[in-house]
């Protein structure tokens, strides 16, 4: 057992005991385990997630209409299974639906034709959210 673990370092009991059933070695499961714990053959717990470092500054408040827009993305699904995604554009400011865009599939470039299409309609934001993407 001592000898499987170091070759392969990434096994854990469960597939040291597979590999001693395939080479004939028959043995409990728990005692397996036993043993692997009394020799110290653990693995190393993977890390945690890295996060982001730093302090963030809170957003600043918008002063008037078409300064900043967000922009996100609704899912849900039919009854049938199928699932859509709604594109949701709103001011900041006024907190108005400046677009709505449904479909089954939201490609990036229908994504920017929307946002192009609404820039055409209405003034252009002077800076967009965090969740905007940037253009």
Same mark, same amino acid.
Request: glycine share 4%; with cysteine.
């Given at each position: 057992?001592?000898?499987?673990?170091?070759?392969?370092?990434?096994?854990?009991?469960?597939? %040291?005991?597979?590999?001693?059933?395939?080479?004939? %070695?028959?043995? @409990?499961?728990?005692?397996?385990?036993?043993?692997?714990? @009394?020799?110290?053959?653990?693995?190393?717990?993977?890390? !945690?997630?890295?996060?982001?470092?730093?302090?963030?500054?809170?957003?600043?408040?918008? /002063?008037?209409?078409?300064?900043?827009?967000?922009?996100?993305?609704? /899912?849900?699904?039919?009854?049938?299974?199928?699932?859509?995604?709604?594109?949701?554009?709103?001011?900041?400011?006024?907190?108005?639906?400046?677009?709505?865009?449904?479909?089954?599939?939201?490609?990036?470039?229908?994504? !920017?034709?929307?946002?192009?299409?609404? %820039? !055409?309609?209405?003034?252009?934001?002077?800076?967009?959210?965090?969740?905007? !993407?940037?253009?």
């Amino acid at each position: 057992m001592k000898k499987v673990a170091a070759e392969r370092r990434r096994f854990g009991y469960r597939r %040291i005991h597979v590999l001693s059933d395939r080479q004939g %070695i028959v043995m @409990n499961l728990k005692k397996l385990r036993h043993f692997y714990w @009394n020799e110290k053959l653990t693995l190393r717990k993977r890390g !945690a997630r890295k996060r982001a470092l730093g302090t963030r500054c809170p957003l600043a408040l918008p /002063s008037r209409r078409n300064e900043r827009w967000s922009l996100d993305f609704v /899912s849900d699904a039919f009854t049938d299974g199928r699932g859509f995604r709604v594109l949701v554009v709103v001011d900041d400011f006024t907190r108005e639906c400046l677009c709505l865009v449904t479909d089954t599939s939201l490609s990036s470039a229908w994504v !920017a034709h929307e946002l192009d299409s609404l %820039i !055409a309609r209405r003034v252009s934001p002077r800076r967009s959210s965090p969740t905007m !993407a940037r253009r």
